[in-house]
């Protein structure tokens, strides 16, 4: 599955932003979707995630309550809801899609990555 990650742009703190990742080649209702970010100089780490099936997310705890992911199977496109936005949340977010079930946190797991996003937030 081919994935594009759209969205970002420069934002005040305690804005929002949403970002979307449309896919291509399959559908994504039989993939579990991550979102994955990486700031400069940092690791890439996991930001949150929907299962497929049941649709059971998860978070990272920087932004549980603030992000919020969703899926709209009919367009083949997931979507990561940003609020609250903090400077620390700058970074290039990507999106990715993973078979395996449950909530997948590893970026191992996940076999299609799209490109990123860059999402910056001003103090």
């Known amino acids: 599955v081919q994935l594009q990650a759209s969205g970002g742009g420069l934002v005040r703190a305690g804005g929002s932003l949403r970002l979307s990742c449309a896919a291509s080649g399959r559908t994504l209702r039989n993939y579990g979707m991550g979102w994955f970010r990486q700031a400069p100089g940092k690791e890439r780490e996991f930001v949150g995630m929907i299962s497929w099936g049941s649709g059971r997310t998860g978070y990272a705890v920087s932004v549980k309550g603030r992000f919020t992911i969703s899926r709209d199977n009919a367009k083949n496109s997931v979507y990561l809801q940003m609020n609250s936005l903090k400077p620390e949340d700058t970074a290039v977010y990507c999106c990715?899609?993973?078979?395996?079930?449950?909530?997948?946190?590893?970026?191992?797991?996940?076999?299609?990555w799209g490109q990123g996003t860059l999402v910056t937030v001003s103090s």
């Open positions: 990715a899609a993973t078979q395996r079930m449950g909530v997948i946190t590893d970026p191992d797991f996940y076999g299609s």
